[in-house]
């Protein structure tokens, strides 16, 4: 038998949202559960015990990195990307797709074209997002892959779907995703259907070179649903994966914020209530509120991580940057009812002289703060699906979060 399962504890009441536990090899997920990422192998300024301590569960690494450095094989050899780092909880690897279609496939067809940045993106871009005018693409695809070239050192290197599970076996995670393409947006209908079957064709090459290997017993394969911002697509996106024997779900896509919230239930319409479904790349509160209440399990995101080591950290009355000058004074914590290791022991006035000072207990300090005030947002929205109200919660939550957000 399989060592993975989906267990749901509770549906709340006219929502999708749901609480339950995802069972792995290395522990147990309590669902919702926000996905810390540790994009090369460690979340960005912090041991292990420091993740553990803000009460994170399961840690997100990204295969394009670790494939180009240090190589699979020597994560293998290092006893997987678990042991490697010294992280004794479930893990999680994405399939490369993101960021090697970043590189500039997905944005193929509209070569050439300034895309600016787009919101509530997945994972971390590397160029294609960004990609302005004249600057050559990193990345072509045919039907059985995408050839790339390394952002580290312009080398050449090919991947298929067979290629990411192969990577993904050799890191070793409990949960690792299907190689799909992650279209832009702002492509056309024409070339985001051409895209999704081609996801299709190799989501189903990737359960068929899944099964055959020996740690299909005990490593979770999800699909990822991709289909753009087009209901049609989303929908039969959803409906093939959904008849496959995948383990779970992601839903993928660089989405436009007010796309998201359609796309995620469009999606979870349709797929199977008894897997669990992870959002590829949400993490600001707004947008888990919507993807919880929408029936997602799992979310990752580098964005409290990223913007906590520019000085930005999150308080219930909105996010604060820790370089505004009223901060160098300010004797309190960074939040008086924060249980984290820095609101107990630091204050505003010296968190904000770390940042001044280039100090690089500055983003552990803000890092610690700010994973653990996602995590317990929603860890608390798992309580009050359990025993409580989550819609007043989150109107709760957000009424003062927005209010102030918006006056920053
Ligand atoms: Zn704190």
């Known amino acids: 038998m ?35 990422v540790g994009t090369k192998g460690t979340v960005k300024s912090l041991t292990p015990e420091q993740v553990r301590s803000t009460g994170a569960q399961v840690v997100l690494a990204n295969t394009y990195h670790l494939y180009l450095e240090p190589g699979e094989r020597r994560v293998k050899e290092m006893g997987g990307l678990g042991n490697m780092m ?3 909880g479930p893990t999680m690897t994405d399939s490369g797709g993101f960021q090697v ?11 050439g074209k300034r895309l600016g940045k787009i919101s509530g993106i997945g994972h971390e871009p590397l160029l294609g997002a960004y990609r302005e005018e004249g600057v050559p693409k990193l990345a072509t695809i045919d039907p059985d892959g995408v050839m790339f070239r390394s952002h580290i050192d312009g080398s050449a290197h090919y991947f298929t779907p067979e290629k990411s599970i192969d990577i993904q076996h050799a890191l070793g995670a409990d949960i690792i ?33 899944h099964a055959q290997h020996d740690n299909a017993t005990w490593q979770a394969l999800f699909a990822v649903v991709q289909g753009g911002r087009d209901k049609g697509l989303r929908e039969e996106s959803a409906r093939f994966l959904a008849n496959l024997p995948f383990d779970g779900f992601g839903i993928g896509g660089s989405f436009e914020k007010q796309d998201m919230s359609d796309a995620v239930l469009w999606c979870n ?16 509160p707004e947008d888990l509120f919507m993807a919880v209440e929408n029936g997602c399990d799992l979310f990752d995101c580098v964005m409290p991580t990223r913007i906590a080591r520019t000085g930005t ?21 960074i939040e008086k009812t924060c249980q984290c290791y820095t609101c107990q022991h630091y204050s505003l006035a010296y968190v904000s002289h770390l940042f001044r000072a280039k100090e690089m207990l ?35 939550f957000l009424a003062d979060y927005t209010t102030h957000t918006k006056k920053d």
């Open 269 to 284: 319409a349709i797929l199977p209530k008894e897997k669990p479904r992870h959002l590829l790349g949400i993490g600001e």
């Open 2 to 36: 399989k060592d993975f399962s989906f267990t749901i504890h509770k549906e709340y009441p006219d929502t999708l949202a749901r609480a339950g536990v995802i069972h792995t090899a290395h522990g147990d997920i309590q669902t919702p559960a926000f996905v810390t």
């Open 362 to 396: 500055a983003a552990t300090l803000a890092s610690i703060h700010n994973i653990t005030f996602i995590v317990s947002m929603v860890d608390r929205m798992r309580a009050e699906i359990l025993s409580g109200d989550f819609m007043a919660y989150k109107k709760a």
């Open 177 to 209: 995703f299907a190689f799909d393409e992650c279209t832009s947006p702002h492509e056309s209908l024409h070339y985001q259907k051409e895209a999704l079957d081609r996801t299709h064709r190799w989501a189903k090459r990737c359960l068929t070179h």
């Open 313 to 333: 950290v999150y308080t219930h009355a909105g996010k604060i940057h820790l370089h505004n000058a009223q901060y160098r004074d300010d004797h309190n914590p």
């Open 101 to 111: 279609f970043s590189l500039g496939a997905a944005y193929g067809a509209t070569s």
């Open 86 to 88: 010294s992280w004794q």
